[in-house]
């Protein structure tokens, strides 16, 4: 599976982002494509996740409620709608895919198919 983002830019808090995954290639419907992030000095952090078939999904406590995964499957795109920003969202955002067991899915170094990172600042 090959993996594109797109979508980062600047924006003030309290608005919305709209990060996108495209995706090519071979795949399985086992597959799950997550999105992370990672600032400068920390490891990379898990925010969300979608089953390929798009059935199952998870979030990180840090997002919930604020950001909604969907997958479009005319497309095979992956989107990451983010409302709600907070500066504390700022980072350089990733998709992923991979096909390990759900209880491991945030474990980002469990993944062997990345995008290249799209940047998110958010300005107070």
């Known amino acids: 599976v090959q993996l594109q983002a797109s979508g980062g830019g600047l924006v003030q808090a309290g608005g919305s982002l709209r990060l996108s995954c495209a995706a090519s290639g071979r795949a399985f419907g086992n597959y799950y494509v997550s999105w992370f992030r990672q600032v400068p000095g920390k490891e990379r952090e898990f925010v969300s996740t979608?089953?390929?078939?798009?059935?199952?999904?998870k979030y990180a406590d840090s997002v919930k409620g604020r950001f909604t995964i969907s997958r479009d499957n005319a497309t095979n795109t992956f989107s990451l709608q983010m409302n709600s920003l907070k500066t504390e969202d700022t980072a350089v955002y990733y998709c992923?895919?991979?096909?390990?067991?759900?209880?491991?899915?945030?474990?980002?170094?469990?993944?062997?198919?990345w995008g290249r990172g799209t940047q998110v600042t958010v300005s107070s």
């Open positions: 992923a895919a991979t096909t390990v067991n759900f209880v491991r899915i945030s474990d980002y170094r469990l993944y062997k198919n």
């Open positions: 979608i089953s390929w078939r798009g059935d199952r999904t």
